[in-house]
C-alpha cells in the first residue's frame, strides 16, 4: 500500500516534469490533468456526490454519516476545519481538541460529541482581533455561541451576571 501510495507520487512528479497529464499523458500547459480528464474526473464526481448523498452517505466519500450530517466524521471535520479556520488540515486537531475538553462544552459543560449540534468557537472573536489559531478556538453547543456570538470572555459573564440578577429578582 504505501509503496504504491510512493510509485504513484513518484509516476505523477514526473508526468508533471514532462507536461504530460497524470491520467492519459497528453501534453498539459501548468496543469496535472488535461481538460479531458479534468472534465471527466468532475463529472465522476458529481455523480458520485449525488448518489452517497441520496443513500444518506457521505457526499465526500460514501462512508457512514454522523447523525444528522450528510458527512462522515473526518469530511465533518475538514468542513468545519476549512469554513472556521480557513484551511481543511487542522480536521485531526479538532478530533484531539474534543478530546482535551473531554466531551464536554466549553461554556456550559454539557456532553458534547461530534453527532451532536454543535459548533467551533473562536474565544476571542475574529470581529475583536481574534485569530485562526487553534489556541483560538474551543467546541461549545450550537445554543452556547448562538448566544455568546461576538463577545469576549468578560463581556459574556458580565452579561450572564446581569441576566441571573434581573431575573432572579
Ligand atoms: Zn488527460
Ligand atoms: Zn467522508
Known amino acids: 500500500m504505501a509503496s504504491n501510495y510512493l510509485y504513484k507520487r513518484e509516476f505523477v512528479k514526473r508526468q508533471k516534469e514532462k ?6 499523458s497528453t501534453p498539459v500547459n501548468g496543469s496535472i490533468r488535461c ?12 455523480k458520485k ?3 452517497w448523498k441520496e443513500k444518506g452517505l457521505c457526499c465526500q466519500c460514501g462512508k457512514e454519516t454522523l447523525n444528522n450530517k450528510t458527512y462522515c466524521e473526518k469530511h465533518y471535520l475538514q468542513k468545519i476545519s476549512n469554513t ?7 480536521w485531526q486537531a479538532l ?15 454539557d456532553d458534547i460529541s461530534f453527532e451532536d449540534d454543535i459548533e467551533l ?3 476571542l472573536p475574529i470581529y475583536r482581533g481574534g485569530t485562526n489559531e487553534l489556541s483560538n478556538v474551543q467546541w461549545v453547543t450550537r445554543q452556547a455561541n448562538w448566544f455568546k456570538r461576538a463577545l469576549t470572555e468578560d463581556e459574556l459573564i ?7 440578577l434581573t431575573l432572579k429578582k
Do not use: P
Request: proline content about 0%; glycine content about 6%; overall charge positive.
Open 121 to 123: 468557537d473562536h474565544i
Open 95 to 109: 478530533k484531539l481538541l474534543i478530546e482535551k475538553q473531554n466531551y464536554k462544552c466549553a461554556l456550559t459543560g
Open 49 to 51: 456526490y449525488n448518489e
Open 84 to 90: 472556521r479556520l480557513g484551511t481543511s488540515k487542522f
Open 35 to 46: 481538460d479531458n480528464c479534468n472534465s471527466r474526473r468532475a463529472e465522476y464526481r458529481k
Open 19 to 24: 507536461g504530460l497529464c497524470i491520467e492519459c
Open 158 to 164: 458580565e452579561l450572564c451576571e446581569k441576566i441571573v
